[in-house]
């Protein structure tokens, strides 16, 4: 089985136990996203070479037995509409084509903190509003499982990634749905926490 294939936990385990570096998981997923992203079109941004410095830095914190966070060395995809400082926040708006964002939304720092590894940004309805992903003003996200069907929205590009094997895992946002529609769109499970649960500072605004 490819480690593209494999779930966060089994990928967490690998790296625990020096089975795997996580670097070889951000090779594979690289690999991988060149020949599936041409047409699925998931990704907004990719952050190749980012994603191997921070994978580099995990695989040190193995080699010298040091404590590792909970998350360490799974690469994450983030819906573009949250704030990251190190890459462009542009809501699949051509209004915010160049915005790079001061700071990290809170959900990107706790998951930075937990060691993740963000390979890049993913495809939404411009600015979340939206069920299909085909009102993003930058591309057309399509269903992994038919490329003539939608991914859902509007955390299309989210739910496609993970259902395609780009992502191992990835974060959306819901208002009325948009991470439980594409979830179900594309076959894969997404959770919607209870509303306060998590903080939606840095979640650029829906209206």
């Not at 060149?34 to 941004?45: D, M």
Request: net charge negative.
């Amino acid at each position: 089985m490819a480690l593209y294939e494999k779930k966060a936990h089994e990928l967490l385990e690998l790296v625990r136990n020096k089975e795997v570096k996580a670097v070889e998981i951000v090779d594979d997923l690289f690999e991988r996203i060149s020949h599936i992203e041409p047409q699925v079109q998931a990704y907004l941004s990719l952050e190749r070479e980012e994603s191997l410095r921070q994978a580099a830095v995990i695989d040190q914190m193995v080699a010298k037995g040091e404590d590792l966070p909970l998350l360490a060395g799974i690469p994450v995809a983030v819906k573009d509409n949250m704030a990251t400082r190190d890459f462009k926040t542009t809501c699949a708006s051509k209004m915010l084509a160049d915005y790079q964002p001061p700071f990290d939304a809170t959900v990107v720092s706790s998951l930075k903190e937990a060691g993740v590894i963000i390979n890049g940004k993913v495809n939404l309805d411009e600015f979340a509003m939206g069920s299909s992903t085909e009102n993003s003003a930058l591309k057309q996200t399509k269903n992994p499982w038919n490329l003539s069907c939608v991914p859902g929205g509007s955390s299309g590009g989210s739910a496609a990634a993970v259902s395609a094997g780009i992502a191992t895992m990835a974060l959306g946002s819901d208002t009325g749905g948009s991470i439980r529609q594409p979830a179900s769109y594309c076959g894969v499970v997404g959770l919607k926490p209870t509303y306060g649960r998590v903080s939606r500072y840095g979640l650029v605004a829906f209206a």
